[in-house]
């Protein structure tokens, strides 16, 4: 293991007393000198990590020398102190004062203890930080477990919006099929061959369509897998409405009634894409809910609108709401809902980890008359955000 390095910067008689006693063990590296030309040349070779000296804070000069040298803590062997010393001492950080007569045992003593406490903080620093990586990492994997579990939803989604032009796409190439089977065109006189070419330039112009329409979809939900490497200004309204268009089609086929209403279009720094994850989950539960308790005319409603300075965006739907045994527990993480056990516990966890810590915001959920309204709410007037 590399010692310490304390630097020993005493008059020549000081010096002499104490140049064979202290640290006889050698734990430490020591290196004397007998001038501040002296120290500033040791400096420019070595890094030196203690100094002990005794030289006078009386005078202007060395109170100033040790206090630009500052950041190197200091032992200040003094045979008086009295207030004008101590006034000039307190000015001072990382100054411990020795008073004669001295002790070598105590010097040493306080040497030894300064570096002991000194590996401490260093190592219950590097606990924290092991603690706070170790921290961010389960944070982000619980992330990434909130997106897998959403996965079978999205692919469902994606299954959805791409039934309709799959089939618009099969259908033209059936047309196509069928006037050739039939001989519905005769390819030896010149109209019908002009005919059969208009008939199929719009049939691939629409296949064109309907293959850009089923490449966006794709490009959509890959967008939304993303994570988000900086915060951009956008609106609540363009993240409510990119969700409304990934499950338009899912919430259709299930016939449940969304009502949309905006009255507010502040921008706003976020994290897209993890907003977008939020509200996602927030009607994906609601889509859930009406599956489980069997709804007969399922509704979301979604509101953005000014409240004072708040900015809120409120999810209310009629799926019966939670029971008051769950509800408590319901932001706590692998806490699952699910009586079916496929929910992973961690939807709500981090929807309130990202908009509260991510995005500087607060999520609520509670019970309302006929089921669950849900609460983004953010600060306008806060910089956070701003």
Known sequence: ????????????????????????????????????????????????????TNIDVYEVKNFDYLRDKNIIPTMLLSKTIDATMLKNILKLNSVEVVREPFVLEEINFKVEQYFKNKNKDEQLLELK??????????????????????SDYILRMVAHQWRQPLGAVSSAIFSIETKLY???????K???????????????????????????????????????????FIT??????????????????????????????EMF????????QVVLNL????????????????????????????????????GGGISDEILPNIFKPYFSTKSNKNGTGLGLYMSKIIVEEHNFGILSVKNNKN????????????????
């Open 269 to 276: 720094l976020l994290y897209p894409n993890e907003m977008i």
């Open 371 to 386: 089921g669950v309204e849900s609460k983004i709410v953010f600060d306008t007037a806060s910089d956070e955000n701003k």
């Open 1 to 52: 293991m590399e010692k310490d390095n304390i630097a020993l910067l005493f008059d020549a008689e000081f010096l002499e007393k104490l140049a064979f006693s202290i640290d006889e063990d050698k734990k430490f590296n020591y290196f004397y000198i007998w001038s501040l030309s002296e120290f500033d040349e040791l400096l420019l070779k070595t890094n030196i990590d203690y100094l002990i």
């Open 190 to 232: 010149k109209e019908d061959r002009d005919k059969f070419l208009e008939f199929l330039y719009k049939k691939n112009k629409k296949i064109g369509k309907y293959i850009q329409y089923l490449s966006n979809t794709i490009d959509n939900f890959r967008n939304y897998f993303k994570p988000d490497l900086e915060k951009k």
């Open 182 to 188: 039939f001989k519905k065109f005769n390819f030896d």
């Open 283 to 318: 009607i994906k539960n609601s889509e859930e809910n009406f599956s489980s308790n069997n709804i007969a005319n399922p509704k979301i409603d979604i509101s953005i609108y000014k409240d004072g300075q708040n900015c809120i965006v409120k999810i209310m739907d009629n």
């Open 129 to 150: 930080n092991n603690f706070d990586e170790n921290l961010d990492y389960k944070s982000k994997l619980a992330q990434e477990q909130v997106r897998l579990s959403q």
């Open 236 to 265: 609540l309204d363009v993240i409510v409405r990119k969700v409304l268009e990934v499950t338009k089609s899912s919430l259709s086929s299930n016939n449940i009634t969304v009502v949309y209403n905006c009255d507010n279009e």
